[in-house]
């Protein structure tokens, strides 16, 4: 079935927050593991942005479809930010501008060094590079609805729970697009599926990685998925239904490298 862009764009508003009290929290804290991978989670969405600097100058911005899909997941994504930015404030967490340039700065993502080196990676891999970003892109989007599945069934919080839930339901979305584009565009390429394969086998890891420091990855992913191997399996499956790509393990193995016990 179609990924409907048009609809999409319509119906894509900030995730609902007006109806929940968020006083609770002062009632009913948050403890100090779930607060640190909401932090990770929080970073994570505003700086989506960085990543659509990135890949504004890949092949996929002259797809259509793929680059009005963009411009409306950029701005869901940081409303997303907006929302777990709120929880945080309610424990004294507050994240502002300034630290999250501070973190950019420090990647190294505030130059023009990387756009232009991924301009020039992306396009000699041409039209592949398409089907490797919806793949890539629907593997870290299906890991976000799990994780925030997951942490909204741990904490089991009046209002952290269903506010997760609604942010998961907007990432669903996202998945839609990435699995419908990546499944045309591997149908249509055998070359594309051994490309997409192989990059995803040796380079895919989980969202964060590269951007958060390495024991904050291994936190949130054993906070989250420790001892979840039915759900890594659950995650690599959905992957596995793309052309081309059965037998993939790719969620396994980035857990199995990071010493993640599922």
């Not at 919806?134 to 870290?140: E, L």
């Amino acid at each position: 079935m179609a990924f409907d862009l048009d609809r999409f764009a319509l119906s894509s508003e900030p995730v609902k927050m007006d109806d929940l009290d968020f006083s609770a929290f002062e009632r009913e804290p948050l403890d100090a593991a779930t607060l640190r991978s909401l932090r990770y989670m929080c970073d994570v969405e505003y700086h989506t942005s960085c990543f659509l600097r990135d890949l504004l100058v890949t092949p996929s911005h002259r797809e259509e479809e793929a680059g009005g899909f963009m411009t409306m997941w950029n701005r869901e994504e940081f409303w997303h930010g907006e929302a777990l930015s709120a929880v945080l404030s309610r424990h004294g967490i507050n994240v502002d501008y300034d630290e999250i340039k501070a973190k950019r700065v420090k990647l190294g993502w505030m130059g023009a060094l990387g756009p232009m080196k991924q301009a020039v990676l992306s396009n000699l891999a041409g039209t592949d590079f398409v089907a490797v970003h919806m793949v890539w892109g629907a593997a870290n989007e299906l890991s976000a609805v799990a994780a925030y599945r997951r942490l909204a069934a741990l904490t089991e919080h009046p209002v952290l729970t269903p506010l997760l839930q609604r942010i998961a339901q907007q990432e669903t979305r996202h998945v839609a697009f990435y699995t419908t584009q990546g499944r045309e565009r591997l149908e249509a390429s055998t070359n594309a599926q051994r490309v997409v394969r192989l990059v995803m086998s040796k380079v895919w890891k989980p969202v964060g990685s590269g951007m958060m420091d390495e024991s904050e990855v291994l936190h949130v992913m054993s906070h989250l998925f420790g001892g979840e191997g039915a759900e890594l399996d659950k995650l690599d499956k959905c992957v596995q239904k793309l052309p081309g790509l059965d037998g993939l393990t790719i969620f396994r193995n980035a857990f199995a490298r990071l010493g993640v016990p599922a």
